[in-house]
């Protein structure tokens, strides 16, 4: 089983699924792309220019695709300590740029 969480460019919740299923949204701006990849690299997520970024230990992941706009961070359940602090140091970075962290979890 996974777990996403999305950082998205608002908090008004009525735009969040036309955002996560890639629509832009002409009142919320598009994602710095650049630099949401830039902050997720600073998180030990590793990967391709234009890629998945991932963190793997063990049998814990956390998977990272940053697109215009959202950001998808993805990882398993039943993870180890370090997986953890992997996930609040993304989730860190995306508040610090300016995006919200969704939680479709709840």
């Given at each position: 089983?996974?777990?996403?969480?999305?950082?998205?460019?608002?908090?008004?919740?009525?735009?969040?699924?036309?955002?996560?299923?890639?629509?832009?949204?002409?009142?919320?701006?598009?994602?710095?792309?650049?630099?949401?990849?830039?902050?997720?690299l600073?998180?030990?997520?590793?990967?391709?220019?234009?890629?998945?970024?991932?963190?793997?230990?063990?049998?814990?992941y956390?998977?990272?695709?940053?697109?215009?706009?959202?950001?998808?961070?993805?990882?398993?359940?039943?993870?180890?300590?370090?997986?953890?602090?992997v996930?609040?140091?993304?989730?860190?970075?995306?508040?610090?740029?300016?995006?919200?962290?969704?939680?479709?979890?709840?």
């Amino acid at each position: 089983m996974s777990i996403n969480y999305f950082g998205i460019g608002t908090a008004d919740a009525s735009r969040v699924g036309s955002l996560v299923e890639g629509n832009p949204d002409p009142d919320v701006p598009p994602i710095d792309v650049a630099a949401a990849r830039t902050a997720m690299l600073r998180c030990r997520l590793k990967g391709p220019a234009n890629g998945t970024l991932r963190w793997e230990s063990g049998g814990s992941y956390v998977f990272v695709d940053v697109s215009p706009t959202c950001v998808l961070v993805t990882h398993n359940t039943g993870g180890d300590d370090d997986q953890l602090f992997v996930v609040m140091d993304i989730t860190d970075a995306l508040n610090r740029i300016g995006l919200n962290v969704w939680d479709p979890q709840q």
